[in-house]
């Protein structure tokens, strides 16, 4: 049997475990996807563990993004510009780390709009989820992305390691934007909505939020109701997972309505 896990702390809320259990019977694959409970004390152990127990590889989510990143013997170009990795595949006594998140943002506005880089894109807030949005952007050409957070000391310090970024006010002029990227924790259930400004916009504009709970939030109804394109947070973690499932399985899986219905359950 084929096996492979997300290993996190606290890990009970993770949608992983029911995005690959998807995908390993709808491809007939005999496999399994655990989610494991690892803590910081225990990781190292864990990462020495877990190939020799047969798991062919395993997801990673906080606080060990940056640690097993910092452990593993091969890094991809993109895990290494983020200085962390989501995605760990365990081969020939190595531990080869991925970071599929840029992927994940990336593949989702494409497969959810007609979104093309060739204009400005506004992008709100500066954690470490901006980051990741921030270099796929970057990667696929955007000529300037402005870059706005409530706390500005932030979004400098983000800025720098982007030459293609500009910083701000919060909240920013909408102003000739083609794209809005939301990763603040606004709009999510128990948060105050993101009240930005969307009149500036034009007709052709996206607007796209990471937060998926809710799937709709207050920014994109706002969006939709202007008539704008709008793209929810979901789908980025759904695409994400294609790469590890990939290696692991064998198999490169799709990310379709069935697979949204399996995980929103
Ligand atoms: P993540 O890894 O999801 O990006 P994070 O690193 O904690 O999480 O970043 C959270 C982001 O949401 C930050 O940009 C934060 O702004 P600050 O840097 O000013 O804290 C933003 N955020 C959270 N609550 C906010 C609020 N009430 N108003 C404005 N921005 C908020």
Known sequence: MKLAAVIGDPISHSKSPKVHGHWLSRYGINGAYVPLHVTADDLGQTLDLLPRLG????????PHKEAVFARADQV????ARMGAANTLTFRDGQILADNTD??????????GSEWTADTPVV????????RGVLDALTQAGVPEIRLSNRTRAKADALAELFPNVVVAEWL????????????????????????????AL????VVTDIVYTPLETPLLAA?????????????MLLHQAVPGFAAWFGQTPQVDDALRAAVLE
């Not at 798991?55 to 906080?62: E, K």
């Not at 840029?102 to 497969?111: E, H, P, Q, T, V």
């Not at 948060?191 to 400004?197: G, K």
Request: hydrophobic fraction near 45%; charged fraction near 15%.
């Open 76 to 79: 991809t170009d993109r895990a």
């Open 223 to 235: 969006a939709r109701g202007r008539g704008l394109t709008t793209v929810d947070g979901l789908g």
């Open 202 to 205: 034009s007709a052709d504009a």
């Open 123 to 130: 992008v709100l807030g500066a954690g470490g989820a901006a």
């Open 55 to 62: 798991f062919r590889g395993c997801n990673v989510t906080l």
């Open 172 to 199: 920013p002029d909408l102003s000739g934007a083609g794209l809005v990227v939301n990763t603040t924790a606004l709009g999510m259930a128990g948060q105050p909505p993101l009240e930005v400004d969307l009149t």
């Open 102 to 111: 840029s992927l994940g943002f990336l593949s989702n506005l494409r497969a």
